[in-house]
């Protein structure tokens, strides 16, 4: 990305998988949106009938984009609640039983599903091989007749590592055949979702959470797909068929589903770049005498990594550190997901075995829309040569 | 309001309880704001520095409005989700104990107050006086040694009745004097906020939501003020500080501290003129053979009620069809809660005692900032001629 291309910051970015810089074009038209539509979509009268036109357009547009019908679609405030409202569903229909994740979730699962032992639901992790993917036999294997939801997300947020939804689904279907109640099997696809390309439907999937801002679309909006209904916990105004209270932010949805559909679109030329971007940075990265791609032996255009997320070690010379000589300098990756940042928390890459001294060291670079190859090479300039400077 | 200044409605707008039309430059500079500073508040980097630094602003201005320290300032992703976080917090701290509502409560507190009865929390809801009040008395009635929350509206929603949150806050503190612990008190003050005036300190209050779309501010906005901290049942990436979990939506918080320093800053003025549409309306429905005010007792500029929000029944004409033939002449009322209307539901009225003929006849006229004595005028005349024609 040439510098100043985004405004406000004059760097280069490369942490697109904390957040991507929205569309500019559709951020001021749903601004518009908000202000010429601004009826409230649950009220009976023409203000709100025609707010509430917009907003079923947007859900189907969203739809179209996700390959499910609309109906299947629920807007939420993002990713996080709509992760809360599956995890949660469970507190409300009874408490006991047990739910299965991987290690390598994201907080708002992760964090989310240990509160459930509270109510005497029992937390089972499945730990990912040392790639940094879940092997869809373990997750069948933790579960059992009172697993009542498996939680594995489709992609990871610190390493890329696409993990096998639809064997992970179909090994749970097999494991759970003969069970009085199948467990649902939920995707937390905010890293996946107009990036590598993401269809629940297709994947069989009973419910997957994705965001609007990772992929372009404005902070505050996400949606829950959901196979079938939920009794869920939150409850209010009755709003999206009772799924998730509040009234409806049109703009949010909106600019949401346009986001979605032209990252929809895009794909196919997006993850070419960010093929091209990936094998560029691995071969650099490996170039740097001592650095380590995370992990170890990941190579370009493997069909088991986004190509838009990169993890990099470079060990004696701690992750915080070369992240906030490189800021100084402009360039901005992260050391793990944005809001663990200050947890100092390495829980992924513990679970897939990593020594500390290594993920301590560890950065994240992240690519997105508008990232080129010069932003590549401007990261592995500064980084190589901070390395030099300052490891131990 | 002179017809088609809010653009993609040509009429009356009179549903501002429903929610207020945003402040078109607001939501425009918020967009640009979004764009310019795109950061993920989280991120140690300059470019999430820059938007934490605009964040923590906007809880600053937010704040004052507030009339609190900023840290006590909680953004959400509206009203709906501060109040389940409140209610919900009894979920994960313990089972048992009783809750204290209001019959009138908006249903985001009434429909999750009664998913607490599923964890052994008994609810008591303490019904108002004829005239919509909430008495402190029967609050403190209410309140035993098990009590563990009390949530009293500040300002209902159907009838603009003001509830007494002070005395009810005193009277919940002397009632629980000697008490092992004090049941936490918490208003859902969205109607308030912005605009009869609500501050949550001063009112001795332990917890109060409000919401950014009620005052001008984006949907998809709202914030918790808490006066001490709260163990949460919702988790993840541990953003406000643990309270509300999820990226933060800079765009959005701005815009409402923006919105709210504005409604708060024009709070003498709107209310002037709320107050002089409110007597213009008062009179006008006396004097149509057969209407009533809700509730009967009404008087221009009590400090009883909001002025903003006025009840009216048309006894022998539904209050639905009512509102259909006014919204075909482009006047927008409601018949009570946005959400609510598609429930037929009367519950706030049938705690007022009111019959079912008077209730189900009702419409709620609700003014805002831009409103004007045309507005009411061309009201009043159509209401009148549809009654005359349409009643049975």
Redesign the interface.
């Known amino acids: 990305m040439a510098q100043g291309i985004?405004?406000?910051?004059d760097?280069i970015?490369l942490?697109w998988a904390?957040?991507?810089?929205?569309y500019?074009d559709l951020?001021?038209a749903?601004?518009?949106l908000?202000?010429?539509?601004?009826?409230?979509p649950?009220?009976?009268?023409?203000?709100?009938r025609?707010a509430k036109t917009a907003f079923e357009e947007a859900r189907k547009r969203l739809a179209k984009a996700l390959g499910c019908a609309p109906g299947h679609v629920k807007f939420t405030?993002?990713?996080?609640?709509a992760?809360?409202i599956v995890l949660?569903s469970l507190?409300?229909a009874a408490s006991g039983g047990s739910v299965v994740i991987s290690a390598i979730e994201?907080?708002?699962v992760y964090?989310?599903a240990?509160?459930l032992e509270?109510f005497g639901i029992r937390v089972r992790v499945v730990k990912p091989g040392p790639a940094g993917i879940v092997r869809p036999g373990d997750v069948a294997d933790a579960v059992d007749a009172d697993t009542r939801l498996v939680s594995i997300m489709a992609v990871n947020n610190e390493t890329g590592a696409i993990q096998p939804i639809g064997d992970i689904v179909s090994a749970v279907r097999d494991a759970s055949k003969g069970f009085r109640k199948a467990p649902l099997v939920h995707s937390d696809a905010v890293q996946a979702f107009g990036k590598i390309g993401f269809k629940p439907a297709e994947l069989c999937l009973d419910a997957a959470s994705m965001?609007a801002?990772k992929l372009g679309g404005?902070?505050?909006?996400g949606c829950l797909y959901l196979a079938r209904g939920l009794d869920v916990?939150?409850?209010?105004?009755?709003?999206e068929d009772g799924i998730r209270?509040?009234?409806?932010?049109?703009?949010?949805a909106w600019a949401f589903s346009q986001a979605a559909e032209r990252a929809c679109a895009d794909l196919p030329a997006s993850l070419e770049n960010a093929r091209s971007l990936e094998a560029r940075l691995l071969d650099g990265l490996r170039s740097i005498p001592g650095a380590r791609v995370l992990p170890d032996g990941r190579v370009p255009a493997s069909t088991d990594y986004s190509p838009y997320i990169v993890g990099a070690a470079f060990p004696g010379l701690g992750g915080?550190t070369l992240?906030?000589v490189?800021?100084d300098q402009?360039i901005?990756?992260?050391?793990g997901?944005?809001?663990?940042?200050?947890?100092k928390e390495r829980r992924v890459m513990d679970a897939m075995g990593v020594d500390r001294d290594l993920s301590f060291s560890a950065v994240r670079i992240s690519t997105g829309r508008d990232s080129t190859a010069a932003d590549i090479d401007r990261f592995l300039e500064a980084a190589e040569s901070a390395y030099r400077r300052y490891k131990t």
């Open positions: 985004i405004r406000g910051v760097g970015y942490d904390a957040t991507a810089p929205p500019p951020s001021r749903a601004a518009e908000a202000v010429d539509l601004f009826g409230n649950s009220s009976a009268h023409a203000a709100g025609a405030s993002g990713g996080s609640e992760n809360a949660l507190v409300y994201h907080s708002a964090e989310q240990m509160v509270r965001s801002h404005p902070r505050g909006s916990l939150v409850r209010g105004g009755g709003q209270p509040g009234t409806h932010n049109l703009a949010g915080e992240a906030r490189l800021d402009g901005y990756v992260s050391t997901a944005a809001c663990s940042h200050a947890k």
